[in-house]
């Protein structure tokens, strides 16, 4: 039985789908479609146009058993805010909603943690233009902190993370974007080595389908490595929708479903 989201969590949700609801039907043909940096974990090097407010948002499930101990965890109000700043350079900032609980040979134990993650605050700008073989290149870092967490998901210190994001055109209706980076957090001073690389595809003007691998190398443990894949549905130029399937390669996540939506509010909107 699915954990219902808090009275929070569904306020947060409900005010959210008013706000891309009433943008659907808004379509601004001088604009480029939005390019998300959900739902894959591979991040785009393209950042929000100056003076737009980019939302993307959705919730995801993960679940992963051994020895008859099963974990799940639920994930609400995924939601990042991107801001364009400058021309080459946007803020970002993120917060999700977390219900985890574990199962002992199908029963439920008495230990279901839930709460807010770390509040993410970061940057991202736009380093160079994809020309010829020459990928378009982006850089963007966060900080994650603890003092904005719940109970249950904080940590003693703060979380770092960076990472490069590079873009190739394959072709009009294929491309392929890799990410290159690193992260300390979880309380650990050792650095976990990121990973991730995408292809894309346009399956008609709207609707594209992606396949992922992307991973970590922690310091001080052994490697992990995962895969998905989805598809995305672009509403209008301001607005796309977006379904994943995955699971890990090596241990720790039998399955992963997600679902979300993203809306791009023009700059010149009251």
């Known amino acids: 039985m699915l954990i219902q989201p808090t009275k929070l969590s569904k306020l947060l949700c409900f005010t959210l789908l008013v706000s891309s609801l009433s943008i659907f039907a808004q379509e601004d043909n001088e604009l480029e479609p939005l390019i998300t940096d959900r739902p894959d974990a591979t991040e785009s090097p393209n950042t929000v146009p100056k003076g737009f407010l980019q939302v993307e948002t959705g919730a995801f499930y993960e679940s992963f058993e051994e020895n008859n101990i099963k974990t799940e965890d639920f994930t609400f109000n995924t939601t990042l805010l991107r801001y364009g700043l400058l021309d080459n350079l946007e803020l970002r900032l993120g917060w999700d909603f977390v219900e985890g609980k574990t199962k002992f040979n199908g029963n439920t134990l008495n230990n279901v943690s839930s709460g807010f993650n770390p509040l993410l605050l970061g940057v991202k700008t736009s380093i160079a233009k994809e020309n010829g073989c020459f990928p378009e290149i982006g850089l963007l870092g ?8 719940s109970t249950d998901y904080r940590p003693e210190t703060t979380g770092v993370d960076f990472r490069f994001a590079f873009s190739h055109t394959l072709s009009e209706n294929a491309s392929l974007s890799y990410n290159l980076g690193a992260a300390w957090g979880n309380d650990s001073p050792e650095a976990s080595y990121v990973y991730t690389i995408a292809f894309g595809q346009s399956i008609t003007d709207k609707l594209g389908a992606y396949a992922e ?3 970590d190398l922690p310091e001080d443990n052994k490697a992990n490595h995962l895969w998905d894949a989805g598809l995305t549905y672009l509403i209008n130029n301001n607005v796309q929708l977006d379904a994943t399937i995955g699971s890990s390669i090596t241990k720790g996540q039998d399955i992963l479903l997600s679902a ?11």
Not at 142 to 149: E, I, K, N, S
Not at 260 to 270: D, K, T
């Open 213 to 215: 691998l992307y991973g």
């Open 142 to 149: 966060h900080l994650y902190l603890p003092f904005t967490a």
């Open 260 to 270: 979300g939506v993203s809306f791009r509010i023009p700059s010149n909107q009251n």
